[in-house]
């Protein structure tokens, strides 16, 4: 079963309250999702595995600890994902950019696939993908779907909010892919929204509503 990560730093809890006041407009909500994919990007990485690489200081030959794998690839869902993306390209800043768009049907909610372009060696990165609500966990399942099937090495999922019905549908259906997140909140509402949640990512990001 994949482990589901809290990130309960304080840093990523205040910000994190900033952001779901209704109040708070475009500008500080992208600065805010861009700080918290910062953030929780740190504790995403923790575990990626590192070598011995001998370098030379300008006092003396030293072994030193590097990443084993520098392949990266951090592969938002569009559109709202594109607000975390930044954030986490600032941490890894080699780590390749794919996209995945998946357009939620408003009656089915089901997810339908309108975009796919990942990096061209997929095969030898691990994979963080990235979408601020994991709603009914549809979207995310069918993104990692597309993911598994170009071959990652592994994959990763963050998200800043969950529901806990996203959860776990994500677990039934990828119990191999670790879910990053900062709040497991209530529950969805009869419209797939996550309450208290933080209203539409997309709409709040852009500005669109
Ligand atoms: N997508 C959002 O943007 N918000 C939700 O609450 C659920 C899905």
Redesign the pocket.
Known sequence: MSNVIVIDHPLVQHKLSLLRDKDTGAKSFRELVNELALLMGYEVTKNLPLKDAVIETPMQVTTVKILENEKIAVVPILR?GLGMADGIMNLIPNAKLGHIGLY?NPDTLMPTSYYVKLPIDIEERETIIVD?????GNSAIEAVNVVKNANSKSIRLVCL?A?PEGIEAMQKAHPDVDIYVASIDEK??DH????P????????LFGTK
Do not use: S
């Open positions: 709202a939620r601020p609500m994991l709603a009914t909010i529901a969805l509402d797939g929204y996550i309450v949640g933080l209203g539409d990512a997309g709409d709040r």
